[in-house]
């Protein structure tokens, strides 16, 4: 595969899009980046996908061999990075189903059905749940 003038095989194509998304919003993933399993995690992707590249980083991606071993690890390595992210993306998610629902209708406020009657008398009766 070629792009803008490089040639990459397919992980090293992914990889180099994974790492521009990394980029464009580096801050939000510095608390993993920090650690020391978010770099293990990060680091074959890093070394495939990065564009400057050290003189470390060319010895470990220098054969093809290489390049497919690193390969090889980035599906963990997703995985891993999406289940360290996974509590943080379900706590803003119940934040945003929390904000739409509706608020608790109080017993002597009007009935949301529009009947004009209290609630306690109308949809909140025991009797009359509908």
């Known amino acids: 595969m070629e792009f803008e003038g490089r040639e990459f095989d397919n992980a090293e194509g992914w990889a180099w899009g994974f790492v ?4 464009l ?7 993993l980046l920090e ?4 770099q293990a995690w990060y680091r074959p992707i890093g070394l495939l996908g990065e564009d400057d590249s050290g003189p470390e ?6 054969t093809p061999a ?3 071993e690193l390969a090889l690890q980035i599906p963990e390595a997703v995985l891993g990075m999406h289940a360290h992210w996974l509590p943080l993306r379900m706590a803003i998610h119940e934040r945003a189903v929390a904000r739409t629902l509706p608020a608790k209708v ?9 009947s004009g009657k209290k609630f306690k008398k109308c949809c909140g009766a025991p009797a009359d749940l509908h």
């Open 20 to 23: 521009q998304g990394v980029d």
């Open 25 to 31: 919003c580096r801050a939000d993933w510095q608390p």
């Open 35 to 38: 650690t020391d399993q978010g």
């Open 57 to 62: 980083q060319e010895a470990l991606t220098r």
């Open 66 to 68: 290489q390049r497919a």
């Open 106 to 114: 109080g017993r002597n406020e009007p009935c949301p059905c529009g």
